[in-house]
């Protein structure tokens, strides 16, 4: 399985972009990379997931690049409800459609 | 709200009960996976059924069975309980099996086991 490798824990300020990187860098072709959330022990949230193009929906944009070797989820207006763990995942492509969940980062939004 | 319901939300038992965890996927949806969550392991995946059939398993113990009924609710069964059981059970769905599929998960139940 792809692994990816996450800051433990960032900081961000109320209102600013926060920017969460995302390294994995032995990523197979056709495996996406997955975005999850998880506001305080309520179940993980999808975010958003890409293959290879950037993606951007109503909660983020997923930025990759061109190698496919490094991510960044973009949180463009971050509020005090953003404040989870975010998981970097990518789906491995032999193994059905289970989520291996890391470490993730931990992300505090301060007022 | 994602859609996905769990019952109970809470559960407390002792060490050697057996109790069982329901899930009712979203509308629509084929696949239902099970998650643990507890402490030190993190969110593990169990096991996962579509459309009543297993497809895949991750790290579910012996003492743990599952299956997924016609109407594609599923239940989670434990026995056997020990302490190191207490944890978070997620439960998750989706329309298929394809890796493009997100999936959406429900509230979870915690177990406590004493």
């Known amino acids: 399985d792809a692994k990816t490798t996450q800051p433990p824990s960032m900081d961000c300020a109320e209102g600013r972009a926060a920017n969460l990187p995302c390294n994995h860098s032995?990523?197979?072709?056709?495996?996406?990379v997955y975005w999850y959330r998880q506001i305080h022990s309520q179940g993980p949230q999808y975010i958003i997931h890409g293959l290879k193009n950037n993606e951007t929906n109503e909660m983020a944009s997923l930025i990759i690049t061109e190698d496919r070797k490094s991510s960044t989820l973009i949180l463009p207006h971050a509020t005090l409800r953003d404040t989870a763990v975010y998981y970097c995942i990518v789906r491995p492509k032999a193994a059905g459609n289970k989520l291996t969940f890391g470490g993730g980062t931990r992300v505090l939004v301060k007022p | 709200d994602s859609g996905v319901t769990q019952t109970p939300k809470h559960l407390i038992t002792a060490t050697g009960q057996r109790v069982t965890l329901r899930c009712s996927p979203r509308?629509?949806?084929?696949?239902v996976y099970w998650y643990q969550q507890s402490l030190d392991q993190g969110l593990q995946f169990l096991i996962q059924?579509?459309?009543?059939?297993?497809?895949a398993k991750g790290n579910i113990l012996e003492r743990f069975s599952a299956q997924q009924f016609p109407d594609l609710h599923s239940e989670l069964n434990l026995s056997s309980l020990e302490l190191g059981d207490s944890a978070l059970y997620f439960c998750?769905?989706?329309?298929?099996?394809?890796?493009?599929?997100?999936?959406?998960f429900g509230p979870g139940t915690r177990l406590t086991v004493t």
């Open positions: 509308s629509g949806d084929l696949s």
């Open positions: 032995t990523i197979s072709g056709n495996e996406y």
């Open positions: 998750a769905s989706s329309p298929g099996t394809a890796t493009s599929y997100e999936q959406y």
């Open positions: 059924y579509y459309n009543g059939e297993e497809r």
